[in-house]
């Protein structure tokens, strides 16, 4: 049977290093990372906080990383993604895509014309997966969780810089349930940055970070990383 050669559409966040480690541990071969670096804070399609930051994620899940830079304008973006998609079946011969969609038909379906125009599989590990359920994984398989950007009622600037653990997730729960948003944010209601997981051969610890706050939304910028011996 032909060994699926993946690379994973990644953004440092929860989900796409949750479906990576999922692939690994379905016996997917994780080839390179693809990050797509957009200049639209916005992009309906690329998670944008902290994205620079991947570079040292690679680092420690020691894989290499193409990086794709778009302007990020709607549907256009996706012409960039499909470059950074066929470099990597040119460069590192994958056959096959991994991506952390969770609900999002926006996101699979636009991803699933571009694999099936260059003839790669889709793979989406965690597609529907229960929220509760997906956060018990995550704290089950030792991930750490930053959050790096909010833009949901319920959630202020105190979230910012905040690592995800089992105490204030019963908080997240009782402000989902007040403020109805989705709990694994697949609404964008927040944004996530990982800092440690099985994937990782080192820690990554925040030195240095800044929050922006504008009263509504924010972004926590981390502005220096360092790699600790696990």
């Known amino acids: 049977m032909e060994t699926k050669k993946c690379a994973v559409l990644f953004s440092g966040g ?3 290093t949750y479906a ?4 690994k541990q379905q016996g997917y071969e994780l080839a390179c990372l ?3 670096f957009s200049e639209n804070k916005e992009s309906y399609m690329f998670h944008t906080p902290c994205i620079e930051k991947t570079k040292k994620q690679a680092e420690v899940m020691e894989l290499p990383l193409i990086i794709q830079k778009t302007k990020g304008k709607k549907e256009k ?6 470059i950074a998609m066929k ?6 011969k994958i056959n096959c895509i991994v991506t952390g969609a969770l609900y999002s038909d926006y996101q699979a379906l636009r991803i699933k014309k571009i694999c099936d125009k260059l003839g790669l599989e889709c793979f989406n590990p965690l597609w529907h997966k229960n929220e509760i359920e997906y956060w018990e994984e995550l704290f089950d398989n030792y991930f750490e969780i930053m959050i790096v950007g909010v833009s949901s ?3 202020n600037e105190k979230w910012l810089g905040n690592i995800i653990n089992k105490v204030n997730f019963e908080e997240l729960k009782k402000l989902k349930k007040k403020f109805k948003f989705h709990l694994a944010f697949e ?3 927040a944004e996530t940055f990982v800092l440690d997981c099985p994937l990782f051969k080192k ?3 925040v030195v240095k970070g800044q929050k922006e706050w504008d009263g509504m939304s924010g972004r926590y910028n981390i502005e220096e990383l360092e790699l600790v011996k696990k």
């Open 14 to 16: 929860k989900d796409s």
């Open 20 to 23: 990576a480690y999922l692939a």
């Open 34 to 36: 693809i990050s797509v």
């Open 77 to 82: 973006e996706l012409l960039d993604l499909e």
């Open 87 to 92: 470099k990597a079946k040119d460069l590192h």
């Open 153 to 155: 009622e319920g959630l």
């Open 187 to 189: 609404g964008g209601e």
């Open 203 to 205: 820690k990554l610890n």
